[in-house]
């Protein structure tokens, strides 16, 4: 009986259509390899060229594909509606913005190579405190993670601990993103008040000009992404991921089967925060620039709806989510800006009312309907037979 | 496992063995609880035995349920001592580390989770640590398979394992919590209203059930069916606004005249 229990569970698993891990990460390394071979083989003009341009904007596209598996972590496993993960995002930004501050070095407008130039411009003597070792990679690596994982620790803790959940938490996380963003916008601060940190020269030595260095921090999204897939992937099919959804599904009767859900909220939800602030730190060398305006709420809101379009509960479906409302986002404010709100604002209202589980949700009813199709026509000869 | 055992100095419960030298495994005694003036638990004194069963009866609002908050941690009363065996003081550890220590409950309206498997509610549910790091890296082995299995057989749902709990048939989601509890290998199983919304059969197979497991642990059943109660109980207590009004056999509690007059009277009304 026991392996009869295990095989099942085994075939189980390779059927249900949580866990094409191979199959997504297949996806985005061919897109990948596809984009790069248009990009350097194929001369400018020819249909298959892919320009600079959109090679900077998939770059773009796929840190908001990682932010959205960081929110469906949060949200669609654990249950956790995070309204302010932008909040972990821009400080994930702002590490490698400081970063490549730094590396800026004399070439700023004041050619001072010591200070960023808003500091001079602020009549700054001297680097705030904690802006040292801001030079260093490794320093910026450690902070990318650090810094969101941090906020995000002391944030859950608080917050799990004294077992706030639903709507007062969303609503605090709102706040604490809101709050960041105010207190970014000050000057004082010391990270360069509301024009935020840019005119960013290079990266690790390399151009953030030369069309080769957006290349290769597409292809560095791509990698991070599929790693980051496969970290929650593992997570999500671990006894942790059973643990969380349980958690979402039933808090109280968790506890009583003797785990402490409070410290599994906080560890997942640094993990999502570290996640995050990965995508931010992709994100700003692309951009070129990193500015209080990301804190802003309305992005966190953004996010959510990434993932209830590609359907929360589902790794692959955020990436979807986000890729296709970003893409519509772009296509929509060349068009009409003005609208843009009101239609992801109707996008929301149209996935929750007929989509619950989003565009992921979809796809085992095609294949489910596809399947059914096939074995009608056999079901009939059978019964005629008989 | 580090993690989770940081913070409070008591959340070894994995370790905790109650000490059960007078033969007492559970002490309430003298515990008070008031909801906003109303009393919802008075000076209620309980001992249970290691290994009996018992049998809680009483009226709505007797204090049943919130007895059993209580002892699980979700409440806490005002004043009195819950204790695990002798020296294990319930009051001073959380849901999770009395359940750990080996406490667990069933309560009233099943709550199961629904997402998950039958299989997986029962894995999630099995004794051992509960700490992040091990439900991370967990590979379950073959012992635990054969656990799995065999509580699955026990509670009549080894057809339904790969099944969604939420799923289930309501009579199957209860057992698919008793299973879910005897998978945690409690000492003491609280037991809320098991047969609610059972079919004649499974309240049968319930009682069968809940009679074998008395003796390696002890049982607490509360529940309205007095004929269920009947049928399982060697020693019933009767619970009347908050206090232990009578204790003893179901043929002593009917002939005592208080209980006569407070809760059976009115039922045979």
Redesign the interface.
């Known amino acids: ?2 392996t009869q ?2 095989e ?2 085994k075939t ?1 698993s390779l059927f249900s259509s949580k866990n094409p891990l191979h199959l997504t990460i297949g996806i985005l390394l061919i897109t990948t390899v596809l984009v790069t071979l248009g990009n350097l083989l194929f001369p400018e003009g020819s249909a298959l060229h892919v320009s600079d341009y959109t090679v900077s904007l998939l770059g773009k596209y796929l840190c908001y594909a990682l932010l959205a598996l960081a929110v469906d972590l949060v949200w669609g496993y654990c249950g956790i509606l995070s309204l302010g993960h932008g909040a972990f995002f821009t400080l994930g930004g702002y590490a490698m913005g400081m970063y490549l501050m730094r590396q800026i070095g004399d070439r700023g407008v004041y050619g001072n190579p010591d200070l960023p130039d808003f500091m001079v411009f602020l009549n700054w003597t001297e680097l705030p405190w904690f802006w040292a070792g801001s030079d260093s990679v490794l320093w910026m690596v450690c902070m990318v993670f650090l810094g969101p994982g941090l906020l995000a620790f002391i944030f859950g803790s608080l917050a799990f601990r004294s077992r706030v959940s639903g709507v007062y938490l969303s609503i605090m996380t709102q706040a604490m993103t809101y709050a960041l963003m105010l207190a970014f916008f000050r000057n004082e601060m010391g990270f360069g008040g509301n024009n935020g940190l840019t005119d960013f020269k290079e990266i690790f030595g390399f151009s953030l000009q030369s069309p080769s260095t957006k290349l290769s921090l597409f292809i560095a999204t791509a990698i991070a992404l599929a790693i980051a897939y496969g970290i929650c992937h593992f ?1 999500v099919n ?3 991921g ?2 969380v ?2 958690i ?3 808090e ?10 409070e ?2 909220k906080v ?1 997942i939800f640094v993990v999502s925060a570290m996640l995050a602030g990965l995508a931010g730190a992709l994100y700003v060398p692309q951009v070129g620039i990193i500015n209080p305006g990301e804190f802003s709420p309305l992005n966190s809101i953004e996010m959510v709806i990434w993932v209830a379009v590609g359907g929360r509960n589902s790794l692959y479906g955020a990436i979807i989510g986000a890729v296709l409302v970003s893409y519509a986002k772009t296509r929509f404010t060349a068009i009409m800006p003005e609208a843009w709100l009101f239609a992801l604002g109707g996008l929301f209202v149209l996935v929750t009312l007929l989509l619950p589980k989003g565009i992921a949700g979809l796809l085992p009813t095609i294949k489910q309907r596809l399947i059914t199709k096939k074995d009608a026509p056999d079901t009939q000869q059978k019964g005629a037979k008989l | 496992m580090n ?2 055992k940081a913070g409070t100095p008591l959340t070894a419960s994995e370790n905790i063995v109650p000490d059960t030298r007078h033969g007492v495994i559970l002490y309430v005694e003298d515990v008070n609880l008031s909801f906003d003036g109303f009393k919802a638990l008075n000076n209620l004194n309980l001992y249970i035995n290691d290994g009996e069963l018992r049998c809680l009866i009483g009226a709505n609002g007797a204090g049943k349920t919130t007895l059993m908050d209580v002892i ?1 941690g ?1 409440t806490r009363p005002d004043s009195g001592k819950v204790s695990f065996g002798q020296q294990v003081d319930l009051l001073q550890l ?3 580390e009395i ?2 220590a080996g406490i ?2 069933k ?1 009233q309206k099943p ?6 498997t039958v ?2 509610n029962i ?3 099995l004794k051992g640590d ?3 790091w ?5 590979k ?1 082995s ?1 012992e635990q ?2 656990r ?2 065999e509580i ?2 026990t509670i009549g749902l ?1 057809a339904e ?2 099944y969604p709990a939420g799923r289930l048939s309501h009579g199957q989601k209860q057992w698919l919590e008793i299973g ?1 509890l005897l998978a ?1 290998e409690p000492r003491v199983l609280l037991v809320d209203e098991p047969v609610a919304g059972m079919t004649g059969q499974e309240t049968e197979r319930t009682a069968e059930l809940l009679t074998s497991l008395a003796g390696k642990h002890s049982v607490i059943v509360v529940e309205h069916d007095m004929a269920f109660v009947r049928s399982i109980a060697r020693k019933v207590s009767v619970l009347h606004q908050g206090t232990v009004l009578a204790e003893g056999t179901m043929s002593e509690i009917q002939s005592n005249p208080d209980v006569i007059k407070v809760y059976l009277g009115e039922e045979q009304g």
Do not use: Q
């Open positions: 009986m026991t229990v295990s099942s569970n189980n997570i671990s006894k942790m059973r643990v959804t349980a979402r599904d039933a109280s009767r968790v506890r009583f089967v003797g785990y402490k859900p410290h599994y560890w | 993690t989770d699980t979700k959380d849901e999770s359940a750990r667990g409950r309560f709550t199961v989770f629904e997402e998950l299989f997986e894995e999630l549910s509960k700490g992040i091990t439900a991370l890296f967990h379950l073959g398979k054969d799995i299995a699955l057989h080894v394992c790969h879910m945690a």
